[in-house]
């Protein structure tokens, strides 16, 4: 059964402030890795898809990274705007297309 | 343009009663999926419809848990004798093919 685990559960940063969230998960065959931002009382907005073990993609502050086991988004110098829930959800490459999701890191970034 | 259009944005019913709620992908998108979110817990897969195919029904909770998908577009999920562990935030994303997931805003439920 695929699994992922995120961490910290929650993050609180000064603005301008850097660090990385980890997402480590366990699939028989990884499709793709997704990471979401989910704002309060909004539905998740999609961020990046990674494919393959070494593969980056970047957006804005937002750098985001993939290992065999594990991923890293980076967030560098936030702003508190960046402030939300950060999701990452893997999709398996059998015929299921449910995304399994982690349960996320609250990440708060004060002036 | 319009993202996934989810209806209604809350919803209070009281134990025992039956719920719909109502999900309009993007126009185009031939996957559509539903979703629950529940306090401190992570998305859980309730249902996928694609194309013309039968839908992948292995997320649904229980029996009382139903949805369908009218002509490969609109689609909605039927919870009946709703219990109080049923509350919980219903999402619903769509996709072309098995490519990125697109969400709503989502529906609130709460059973009183």
């Known amino acids: 059964e695929d699994q992922v685990t995120q961490s910290p559960e929650a993050l609180r940063l000064q603005e301008g402030e850097s660090s990385s969230l980890n997402c480590s998960y366990t699939?028989?065959?990884?499709?793709?890795l997704f990471w979401y931002r989910q704002d309060p009382g909004k539905g998740p907005e999609f961020l990046f898809t990674?494919?393959?073990a070494g593969e980056e993609k970047e957006k804005e502050r937002l750098k985001a990274t993939l290992t065999k086991k594990e991923s890293f988004l980076h967030i560098t110098a936030p702003k508190p705007e960046d402030s939300a829930t950060y999701l990452c959800?893997?999709?398996?490459?059998?015929?299921?297309?449910?995304?399994?999701f982690g349960t996320g890191t609250r990440l708060q970034v004060t002036l | 343009g319009a993202g996934v259009s989810q209806s209604p944005s809350n919803k209070v019913t009281e134990k025992g009663k039956d719920v719909e709620l109502r999900c309009d992908p993007i126009?185009?998108?031939?996957?559509l999926y539903w979703y629950r979110q529940s306090l401190g817990q992570g998305l859980e897969f309730l249902i996928y419809?694609?194309?013309?195919?039968?839908?992948?029904k292995s997320g649904l909770p229980s029996d009382r848990f139903s949805a369908e998908r009218t002509g490969g577009s609109v689609s909605t999920l039927t919870i009946q004798r709703t219990q109080q562990e049923d509350s919980a935030v219903y999402l619903c994303?769509?996709?072309?093919?098995?490519?990125?997931?697109?969400f709503g805003a989502g529906t609130r439920l709460s059973v009183l």
């Open positions: 959800a893997v999709l398996h490459t059998g015929t299921a297309s449910k995304l399994t």
């Open positions: 699939v028989s065959g990884l499709r793709g």
């Open positions: 419809f694609q194309g013309n195919s039968a839908p992948d």
């Open positions: 994303a769509s996709s072309r093919d098995r490519d990125i997931q697109y």
């Open positions: 126009s185009g998108h031939t996957a």
């Open positions: 990674l494919y393959s």
